[in-house]
């Protein structure tokens, strides 16, 4: 396993749109195992791959009840609405207020490429949302009330 050099704000490879992923290879394999392990090392509850670079369509979390890897999520269903603080890897020290979905229902492949559902609310919704902007080439400021402000710790960063 590696660490991984995450992009910033303002890299070219944070705004293109993903592409899918249509089998696993052992590459793919290294790369999640290298995502998580990035991830976990910037203390971030998720990341996406083209913050490490990668346009594919694939996505980790883990808020706090152990890692989940999602390849090709597609968001079927949300409700209700929640409002808080969200930060991201790609822009270290910053958070801002985002409105999200309370409740997200997402289909994805795990790492089997098996199909799975995940139904998820408060963070877990948060982050889904989040991420998956990612692989369209968004970033949570484009979604953010009034302006982002100095975070001295990165725990939510995303
Ligand atoms: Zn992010």
Do not use: F
């Amino acid at each position: 396993m590696a660490l991984r050099n995450i992009r910033i704000q303002g890299d070219p490879v944070l705004a293109k749109t993903c592409r899918e992923i249509t089998e696993m290879t052992e590459k793919l394999e290294i790369l999640i195992e290298d995502m998580l392990e990035t991830m976990y090392e910037a203390n971030g509850v998720g990341l996406a791959a083209p913050q490490v670079g990668i346009l594919k369509r694939l996505v980790v979390m883990d808020c706090g009840d152990g890692p989940i890897v999602m390849i090709n999520p597609v968001i079927l269903e949300t409700s209700g609405e929640q409002t808080g603080d969200e930060g991201c890897l790609s822009l270290p020290g910053k958070a801002g207020q985002v409105t999200r979905p309370n409740y997200v229902k997402a289909r994805y492949l795990d790492e089997d490429m098996e199909e799975c559902e995940i139904e998820a609310t408060e963070l877990l919704a948060r982050c889904i949302c989040h991420e998956l902007d990612h692989l369209d080439g968004h970033m949570y400021t484009e979604h953010v009330i009034g302006a982002l402000h100095d975070v001295q710790y990165e725990e939510d960063g995303e």
